[in-house]
Each structure stands twice: as structure tokens, then as C-alpha cells.
């Protein structure tokens, strides 16, 4: 999915990422926990009466980061990140939340003690055995540094939005003939046949004259080629896992840090026996979902040149760091980036002309051209009858959604991700009406399901443009 999102990023689908990642939080305590307010701490966010603090924000936006790097891997990639505007779409999330919030108090939603204490024994996380355990539960608020009143608090909101929401859901209506064109639509087949319209790579010579070509690719993309913040660091680390024998190490720390000797850290780390390292990370630098790397990366980014800084508790250890250099953020000029600019327009240049190539195939095939004429050398796929959401091996899902937007004989084309794949429809079966009786429940359900989701997005929208119409969302660019 992510791979297809790289090489066709189109804003459609990137909403849909980022609204699968939200919907994965709904209803879940774990992305919230750890929140809390700071004294003195100046709110990125308000909405109406109620706060968003920064660590609020950073803890969603690291659990967002952590959710897509899972399901992305190591495909993920900086560029993906800041098309998805990662860090915008997080504050979204949570201005949402606290829509939502406001508006399950103004319709008068109460939540019993008794939910609360029905909804925590039901949590998985706080079972042992499939039984509710109070030391389980006791032991994960601990790990996460709540207290019981702090979570049940935050439980209680959790419930009064779902409560809300439920309201909307309940309102959904479906009737028998959205039912029935459901039926129509999932179970009718099409038979296709198709062949993939490849990019033609340039070669050396063909970069040869293109200098003006570069220049006006370059600067229109310039944005894509900035080189981001760096900054070089030293760090000392006193081995200590964190609650076993963590203050001892801090202590040792502290005394360095309050050394006025004037030795350098590695001096300093030798001296006293302690662990001695460099880095040079950049701004944006992936962690691959470890938490060490990305507190050290919102301290060493958040420090000034040549300040001492810490001790900072890790998994293992704790430390104290100082930010040595700092190279800014800058444009690069197209010299030091020319392999980088040209590799980037070889392969934009040619996948516009494999689109070309594949719009024309399109437009001759449904001026009555044959296909083996149409293909050239490109070898023609006869698929087998396939459904809505089938996977047929050679063709992308999205060609298998367009096919059924066409109708017989016609033929229409689809990006993949080594290019274009040009499809012609040759035959559309409606299903068997003997086959409704069996499938309409199961249909009912996923239509359903599909309404009450839509439903909750549109309420969601009209909480949002109603906010906004009155003013109350105040975000503090200045704080994020």
C-alpha cells in the first residue's frame, strides 16, 4: 500500500492512511496515556474551554509515527511523512478529540462509575487469563506513570465520546434496495484482458542538452531537495536500567555536569568509567520505533550549541549530552545535488511519457483498434472473471476497481508502480438473484458498517466547520 502511496500519492489516498491510523486510536486509552499538562506550559491548542498541551500533542504525533512505521516498515521514508503532513494531521486528530468531548457535554452524556469500572475490567491489557487482575492493571497505569484517579478521568472522557458517537451511529438507516444494489455491485464479474505500458528509462546520453530541462525541474521541486538541520552531539551514558539502580547512575551525571574542571566529555567519561559516544543525527531522522532514539532526538533538537544538557532516562541507562555544532537547515545549489536531481527527473519524465504512451493505447482501443495492435510488443493478459476486491495476479487493484467503471469493450488506464497498465473490458456479468437470499446478511453488516463510518465523518466535518465558524479552535503555530 505504502509503496503504491510513494510513486502515486494522489490526496485521496493519503486521507485514507491518515483516517485508518485515527480510526485505530478510536476508543483506546493506550494512545493517550502519559498525557498530561505541565505547569506553566504554554497549550499548542484550545478548543472552546479545553487545552492541548505540547506534550499532549507530541505523544499523539510519536504514536501516529509509531502506528505508520509499523504498518510501512522500512518502506517508510521522510518524504512519505511530510506528504501525509504527519505532524498538522496529528493536531487534527486531537483538536477532534476535543469537538468531540465538547460536544458529548453539551448533550448532557453522563458516565457512571460503575462504566468505568465495567469498561477497565473488559481491557485486555489489564486481564490475566482472560480474567480481569488488579495487579495487572495497577502495574500497566505504573509502567505508563498514571495514577488510577488520573486514568479513570481520562477513561470517563474516552466513554463520553464513544457515548456521543454511538448517538450518531444508532441514527443510520438502510433499506432494502441499498442492500440489494450492494449485492449487484460486490457480486458482478467482469472479464478483461490488459498489458503494462513500462516507463523507458533514459539513458547518460540522453541527459546530454537537458540542462535548461534540469534547472526548471529543479526549481520548481526545490523544496524536495533541502537539505535538513544537523547537529553533532556528545553524549556520556551511566549504564543503569531505569527504576533498578537509575539514581545512582544520576548522581554520577549530576557531578560531571556540576564539574567546573573544565575537561571535555570524553575526558570526562573516561575519569569517572562511563560510556563515551558521538552523533551526527539529522532533523527528521527515523528511530524505527525506538523510544531511546526519539527522546534523544526531541532533546538533542530541542538544546543550544554548546549547552549542557540532562540527565536523560533511557531504557538501559541515563545521560547527559552536549550539541557540539549545528548545521542549518539550506537549499542546496543544483551542482551538489545534480546526480540526486537528475535521477529524480529521469524518473518523472518517464513515467510522464509511459502516461502518454498509455492514454493513446486507451484512445485507439476504444476507436475500435485491436489490442495486439494496440500492445505492440507489450504481452496482452487475458484475466479470468474476477469481482470487486478480487486480487488477479498482473493487475493492481486499482486497475480491478476501474474495469468495473467501464463499460464493454471499453478500456481505460491505471498507474502501478513501475508504470501504467492499460485495461479493456470484454465481457460484464450480472450475479445470480439465487445467491441474494444466502449473502444479504452478511451484506447488511459491511453496508452498515460502511454508513455508521461515513456517518461519524460527517458529523466529525460539521462539528469542525461549526467550530470553526464560531471561532473556537485557537492553534499556537508558535508552541508546536
Known amino acids: 500500500m505504502l509503496t503504491f ?20 486510536f478510536v476508543g483506546t486509552m493506550g494512545l493517550v496515556w502519559g498525557y498530561g499538562k505541565e505547569k506553566g506550559e504554554r497549550p499548542v491548542a484550545k478548543v472552546g474551554n479545553y487545552s492541548i498541551s505540547h506534550v499532549e500533542y507530541r505523544r499523539y504525533y510519536e504514536n501516529m509515527l509509531r502506528r505508520l512505521q509499523e504498518m510501512a516498515g522500512a518502506s517508510l521514508t521522510r518524504d512519505m511523512i511530510k506528504q501525509m503532513n504527519l505532524e498538522r494531521s496529528a493536531l487534527d486528530a ?5 469537538l468531540q468531548l465538547k460536544a458529548a457535554k453539551d ?20 486481564q490475566r487469563d482472560g480474567h480481569f487482575d488488579r495487579d495487572v492493571y495497577f502495574a500497566a497505569l505504573r509502567g505508563n506513570n498514571l495514577a488510577p484517579r488520573e486514568y479513570e478521568k481520562m477513561l470517563k472522557q474516552d466513554l463520553m465520546i464513544r457515548k456521543v458517537a454511538q ?12 442492500v440489494l444494489d450492494a449485492f449487484m455491485r460486490e457480486n458482478e464479474e467482469v472479464k478483461a484482458r490488459y498489458f503494462e505500458v513500462i516507463p523507458l528509462v533514459f539513458t547518460a546520453d540522453s541527459l546530454r542538452g537537458a540542462d535548461k530541462a534540469l ?13 535538513p538541520e544537523q547537529r553533532t552531539v556528545q553524549l556520556i551514558h551511566a549504564d543503569a536500567a531505569q527504576g533498578k539502580d537509575g539514581d545512582a547512575a544520576k548522581k554520577k551525571l549530576f557531578a560531571i555536569m556540576n564539574d567546573a574542571s ?94 502518454e504512451a498509455a492514454s493513446k493505447a486507451v484512445e485507439r482501443l476504444n476507436n475500435g483498434e485491436a489490442i495486439t495492435a494496440v500492445a ?45 497498465v492499460v485495461v479493456q473490458v470484454m465481457e460484464r456479468k450480472q450475479p445470480a438473484m439465487a445467491e441474494y437470499g444466502d449473502k444479504r446478511v452478511k451484506i447488511s453488516e459491511d453496508l452498515r458498517s460502511r454508513k455508521r463510518q461515513e456517518a461519524v465523518m460527517s458529523w466529525q466535518n460539521a462539528l469542525r466547520d461549526e467550530a470553526s465558524k464560531k471561532g473556537i479552535i485557537k492553534i499556537e503555530e508558535k508552541a508546536l
Open 167 to 178: 448517538v450518531v451511529t444508532d441514527s443510520v438507516q438502510l433499506t432494502d434496495q441499498e
Open 94 to 98: 486531537l483538536v477532534m478529540e476535543k
Open 262 to 355: 573544565g575537561k571535555d566529555l570524553k575526558a570526562q567519561a573516561a575519569a569517572n568509567g562511563l560510556r563515551y559516544e558521538e552523533w551526527s543525527p539529522v532533523a527528521g531522522e527515523m528511530t524505527n520505533n525506538n523510544p531511546d532514539a526519539g527522546k534523544l532526538l526531541s532533546r538533542i533538537f530541542g538544546a543550544k550549541e554548546g549547552e549542557l544538557t540532562g540527565p536523560v532516562q533511557l531504557a538501559n541507562s541515563a545521560c547527559i549530552l552536549k550539541v557540539t555544532k549545528i548545521i542549518p537547515s539550506r537549499a542546496p545549489k543544483l551542482d551538489e545535488v545534480r546526480k540526486e536531481v537528475e535521477a529524480a527527473y529521469v524518473k518523472e519524465e518517464s513515467l510522464r511519457r509511459a502516461a
Open 107 to 126: 448533550a448532557g452524556m453522563v458516565v457512571s462509575d460503575e462504566e468505568i469500572r465495567r469498561d477497565i475490567e473488559i481491557t485486555p491489557a489489564f
Open 5 to 24: 502511496l510513494r510513486g502515486h500519492g494522489t490526496k485521496w489516498l493519503v486521507k485514507l492512511v491518515l483516517w485508518t491510523l485515527v480510526l485505530a
Open 376 to 420: 505492440g510488443g507489450a504481452k496482452v493478459v487475458e484475466a479470468k472473471p474476477f469481482k470487486r476486491g478480487d486480487k488477479v495476479e498482473g493487475l493492481a487493484g486499482g486497475a480491478v476497481n476501474i474495469a468495473f467503471g467501464l463499460k464493454e469493450k471499453a478500456a481505460g488506464r491505471v498507474p502501478t508502480d513501475t508504470g501504467f
Open 215 to 227: 534547472d526548471a525541474y529543479f526549481t520548481a521541486n526545490a523544496s524536495r531537495f533541502i537539505r
